[in-house]
């Protein structure tokens, strides 16, 4: 028999009946996400309305993909991952870790090249052949589909190899965003979702690649295994789905699967 939550979760019903079919024990309760760096604003908003409607607590930790992929594959508590790419959650479920018929896009990623410098960086991205400037950011294309984008970009450019020696290399994300924040590097690769808000740049100057310069940042949630009968986990991938938090989304500068 299928599970009753499943259906739910891949129903579209008005949000206010999602939260009428979560059991009353569920209230109590909190989901435990892995997120990908790049979406640690957006969730943090998310979780936040989704407290508050539900009293269902949420717990995210954030990290590269590729790590957050080798601690559930080594048993980390987590019930939902919110990942950067579709090849994790693919992995997963191809690894009997992950519920299938759970996974979907809940975004669609884009890059940026950023400097928290007004002026600095031009609207067409000039500024990566001029070569004034000591450091370019961006983060392990080993580990983070946005390190993988920055590669891409700079190859579709054909200025990757005499970048290589002004790189510096973080984490994820995160790192990324903060080595230009800081100033260690004089701008970066990093998620528009970090820099931009309803549509406006909040500091510094930015050129937003061109999606054709980069493969797709399918970004696509799965239920994990270990959650598969846990209300409050399906609840939160319920509401993931639902108009509030489709726009919450794409406020953040993300693309949106239909």
């Given amino acids: 028999m299928q599970n009753p939550f499943l259906r739910m979760l891949r129903a579209r019903p008005a949000i206010p009946f999602l939260f009428a079919l979560i059991p009353a024990g569920a209230h ?3 989901v435990r ?11 943090q908003r998310l979780a936040t309305e989704f407290e508050q409607a539900t009293g269902i607590r949420v717990k995210a930790s954030f990290g590269a993909t590729g790590l957050l992929y080798a601690q559930i594959r080594n048993g980390a508590p987590f019930e939902i991952l919110l990942a950067a790419d579709a090849v994790a959650p693919r ?3 191809d690894r009997g870790l992950g519920v ?8 669609i990623g884009k890059l940026v090249l950023w400097s928290s410098k007004p002026g600095f960086v031009d609207r067409q991205g000039a500024v990566l052949r001029s070569g004034q400037f000591a450091h370019l950011a961006y983060c392990d294309p080993k580990l983070a589909p946005y390190g993988a984008a920055a590669v891409a970009t700079m190859r579709s450019l054909g200025i990757y190899a005499a970048l290589k020696p002004k790189l510096v290399e973080g984490q994820n994300i995160s790192q990324a965003y903060q080595f230009v924040a800081s100033g260690t590097a004089d701008l970066g690769f990093v998620a528009l979702s970090q820099v931009f808000r ?18 797709p940042i ?13 209300p409050a986990a ?7 789905r639902s108009p509030s938090a489709r726009a ?5 500068g993300y693309g949106i699967s239909q």
Wanted: charged letters at 25%; zero cysteines; proline letters at 6%.
């Fill in 100 to 107: 299938a018929s759970s996974e979907f896009p809940y975004a």
């Fill in 33 to 43: 996400i892995a997120v990908a760096a790049n979406f640690t604003k957006p969730v």
């Fill in 28 to 30: 109590a309760d909190e």
């Fill in 248 to 252: 919450v989304i794409r406020s953040y």
């Fill in 234 to 240: 399906i609840a939160f991938l319920r509401f993931l």
């Fill in 198 to 215: 309803d549509g406006h740049l909040r500091s510094g100057s930015a050129w937003i690649v061109p999606a054709d310069r980069y493969p």
């Fill in 218 to 230: 399918r970004q696509d949630a799965v239920l994990l295994r270990s959650a598969k009968d846990h």
């Fill in 91 to 93: 992995k997963l479920v």
